[in-house]
């Protein structure tokens, strides 16, 4: 089997759990089954020939299991701060111009997992599954494409039942 027939596959079982992590109301829930996915994503990235984008999730992967762990200012900036290194190591090695897409989700979802919850979170991915969906397209990976797409729309939904349920609730308290 060609690697990169190997890829795709590995990144639509990642997409797979990925969609059930997006459906997820617990926020812990959801950075945890995200790990999983994300996990999956870094051969995917790999065996698809971009090794820059492997990199990037393998941190966003290390940022996800730190950000439910020890959510703290110090781990924040020094992830902060490795997301700037990458980018400024993508730029001397001179990568493709669709690397840095995947490279600034990343930085802008570090701020939203140590930052955000709730619908302000949701929100805020649906901005960075834009950035994924652009250098996914560029470097061809369905999987990535697919399931950033269909990322929008889940947590989308997500924040629908979210105030759906927000609505009950004050109808019940009052």
């Not at 990144?11 to 109301?25: D, E, H, P, R, S």
């Not at 994300?38 to 996800?64: K, Q």
């Not at 001179?94 to 939203?112: H, K």
Request: charged content about 15%; hydrophobic content about 55%; overall charge positive.
């Amino acid at each position: 089997m060609p690697m990169d027939i190997l890829g795709q596959a590995i990144g639509y079982v990642a997409m797979g759990i990925g969609f059930f992590a997006l459906t997820l109301k617990e926020d812990l829930w959801l950075r945890k089954v995200a790990l999983l996915a994300t996990c999956l994503m870094i051969p995917h990235y790999f065996l698809i020939g971009s090794p820059s984008s492997a990199l990037v999730v393998a941190l966003i992967a290390l940022r996800i299991w730190c950000s439910y762990r020890h959510k703290n200012d110090y781990i924040y900036y020094g992830f902060l701060a490795l997301s700037c290194l990458q980018m400024i190591g993508m730029a001397w090695y001179e990568v493709a111009w669709f690397d840095y897409f995947p490279a600034l989700a990343c930085l802008f979802s570090t701020y939203i997992y140590f930052r955000l919850e709730g619908i302000a979170m949701r929100v805020a991915f649906i901005v960075a599954c834009v950035f994924w969906v652009v250098g996914c397209w560029a470097m061809e990976s369905y999987p990535g494409l697919i399931s950033n797409a269909v990322g929008i729309v889940l947590h989308a939904i997500t924040i629908a039942r979210i105030l759906r349920e927000r609505s009950k609730m004050m109808k019940i308290v009052r």
